[in-house]
């Protein structure tokens, strides 16, 4: 055979290695730190929000702070509206689309045929793919209009900013609920079929509950989804920084949330003013709720285990 | 009533309900698209606004959206795959990638108007940028990091353990065996993530509201360091900042937006299912 | 004696739910000669197969003891792992083409290790695919998917791969598995003429197959070796009651 060095020969691997591992060291360890900057980023994101937002939380005094009157113009920076404003719309999106997202993951998971999932797994991917501002658009041009036509006094009304809300939490809800369901062993659904259950009393009784973990996720991610949404609510829901009157009429009354208050007012704003501090710690307020949604919704998932084998070298 | 009538009725209902969350979505894409048509000409495409923005097209803002778009990729694309490839490769189950998987939730729940205020804060002031396409793009780079980082994990994860074993047995190292077995099985994967975070840094909003965008500009941009006017800032504009607004104008400008988006979706769709006919394995 | 090609020291290996897999292994073994390691499933043998070109690394489990190569102990920090895969080259179960062409996997491993020159590959890609009797069935078609080919070829086409190396040890983990008889017999006809020129390691597929291709076997029986000899004399006068039971087919 023949007399070629072998490829192990030592000599041939002493020249080639070091320079195979000077690159490769350099390439793993930028793998690394991209790993890392994941929570460097999230740190300074925190961190910058601290160190334009948190003088708001010093010099203006508590009481005026969660106060009940947004006056920036006189200097009057109280919470409490804008709170009141994110909640009302946040809820009321939340009651529309919890039971609708839910319903249709359970259309979707458990009674529609294969050819029908095909056909709107992908349209409700679009709906998530829909920019805010377009949605903010027609709800603007259309729902608002129509809504003012059933009698509100104005079509801008927090009740407009839910359900614009509602459908843009839609997919979120119907992507991790449906997931929950798939995750539902099979044997559980054969088995109560098995003992005579109809198909509605197996999804009831057996599947909803085994799945509780994650429909509890989806409707918080859902929640987070909306706390945050910023044009599209900007747009609809008519931007009065007051807390309408206590009462079931208060949904179809304008207001003005968090993110649509930022949106608002930055652009008009003196840099390092006090203005300008509270709405960088409104941006505070804003990403404590959803880090504290987000990381109790990680938790839930850690406890559940749910953590996929990826591949490892 | 029985348990069969019952259970007829809750199906019944079930699927009524059903139908009737979805068929709005396709309502909503065919309204836009019905009221925005006769808008979209050559002109409206490629001409800039006139008359207070009444009159002329959209392309400044069209322009601004793709640096903007092709300034995401360029942030978010190297990074987002080197932390896929540390998560999928190289992270032990410990402390550290507990907490890098933590930080990606949290950042896909991040508000996308608090984005907005960390690139004003860090970009803009900090670090003396300006309002820019250069903070613009690192802050919508940065949003899209999430997503992106999730779906190419997805994808690196689904290439079969046994391609990555053969290769180190074979004497590749671990890099070679990543670069020349995993991420080239990986890279529709990858793509798809990288598409879907690209349609949704085009069609946001309040990240680049004080990082980048302007109401109107007379001039395009001519280097990173401008500013730049972009699609959904100027529907933003035009639907609600500019009395006497034509509606053609305001469908034409969201259906344009639309168009881009879901483009971009549908191309990630296509990318993800055409390769996956394609595979040997 | 010649010294022998691969050494193994009192070698112990742990999973990490901390069962043992194998205890107190120490085996030498020599050049040129099929050795065999058989036993009952689980019994280790696969394990200790990865344990001498460090694919253990991959495991996560906590070896003990030492094993050399040519006299080197491979556990040592700063041995290079890569290199020692291309000299202790593995055959797996399964056979595992990577994407790609027959052309493309035989020649992996080379371009992996820096060389790019044609002639040469071409070389050991032929060579290779002659040793291991595939050459006739692939020769016109060595840019056609790997996948392409049947079992018993793409069994081949991996032992191929791994002699294309020009490694000095082949380890093949039960090689025929999942092989009709026909190709069985091909694979053990290159085995015999390999020997020549590898050592060759092998988990057989079952005791008559041990006996029909080894020069010398080992019986690995829940972690623990518990004999080692030439093949004409362990086969058929094993020294240990449990090594004649299992060989006599009393268990297992």
Known sequence: ?????????????????????????????????????????????????????????????????????????????????????????????????????????????????????????????????????????????????????????????????????????????????????????????????????????????????????????????????????????????????????????????????????????????????????????????????????????????????????GGKL | MNRQQTNRLAIGVITGLAILVVIPIALVILFVFYNGIGTINWEFITAAPRNGMREGGIWPALLGTIFLTFGTAIISFPLAIGAAIYLSEYAADNRMTRMVRLAIVNLAGIPSIVYGLFGLGAFVLFMQFGTSILAGSLTLGILTLPVVISTAEEAISSVPQQFRTVSLSLGATRWQTIRYQVLPHALPGILTGVILGLGRAAGETAPILFTVAAFYLPNLPRSVFDQTMALPYHLYVISTQVPGMPLSVQYGTALVLLLIVLSLTLAATFVRTSMRRRREW | MTQAKISIQNLYYTYEDGIEALRDISVDIPPNEIFVLFGPARSGKSTLLRLLNRLSDLDDGLAQGAVYFNGQDVFTRSMNVSDLRRRISMVFAIPTPLPGSIYDNLTYGLKMAGIREKGELDRRVEQSLKQSALWDEVKDRLGSSAFALSGGQKQRLCLARSLALEPDVVVLDNPTSGLDPISTATVEESLYSLKERYTIIMVPHSVQQAARVADRAGFLLDGELVEVGKADKLFVQPQDQRTEDYITGRFG
Not at chain 1, 81 to 100: D, F
Not at chain 1, 145 to 155: F, W
Not at chain 1, 209 to 219: D, K, T
């Open chain 1, 1 to 309: 055979m023949t007399s070629k060095p072998s490829l192990a020969t030592p000599s041939r691997t002493a020249e080639d290695a070091p320079r195979l591992r000077i690159g490769e060291w350099i390439i793993e360890n930028l793998i690394r730190l991209a790993g890392l900057s994941t929570i460097v980023i999230i740190g300074l994101i925190f961190l910058f929000l601290l160190r334009e937002g948190g003088p708001a939380f010093l010099d203006i005094p508590l009481r005026q702070l969660f106060g009940t009157r947004w006056y920036p113009i006189e200097g009057i920076y109280g919470l409490a509206p804008l709170l009141v404003g994110s909640l009302l719309v946040t809820v009321g999106a939340v009651i529309i689309a919890v039971p609708l997202g839910l319903i249709t993951a359970i259309y979707l998971g458990e009674i529609a045929p294969p050819w029908q999932r095909e056909i709107l797994k992908p349209l409700i991917e679009m709906l998530a793919g829909i920019p805010s501002i377009v949605l903010g658009f027609l709800g603007w041009v259309a729902l608002a209009p129509l809504i003012q036509n059933a009698g509100a006094a104005t079509g801008l009304t927090a009740f407009t900013g839910a359900v614009i809300l509602a459908y843009m939490s839609l997919p979120t809800i119907i992507s991790i609920s449906e997931d929950a369901l798939y995750a539902v062993p099979k044997e559980y659904r054969d088995g109560a079929l098995a003992i005579g259950a109809t198909q509605w009393q197996t999804i009831w009784r057996v599947v909803l509950p085994a799945a509780r973990s994650g429909i509890v996720i989806a409707v918080m991610l859902g929640i987070g989804r909306a706390i945050g949404e910023t044009m599209a609510v900007m747009m609809v829901t008519g931007n009065a920084a007051n807390i309408p009157a206590f009462g079931s009429g208060m949904i179809f009354e304008p207001v003005r949330t968090m993110t649509a208050t930022i949106a608002a007012e930055m652009g008009e704003v003196a840099q390092g003013s006090l203005h300008y501090n509270t709405l960088f710690g409104i941006g505070i307020v804003l990403f404590v709720i959803t880090f504290a949604i987000n990381s109790l919704a990680g938790r839930i998932v850690g406890t559940r285990g749910a953590r996929r084998s």
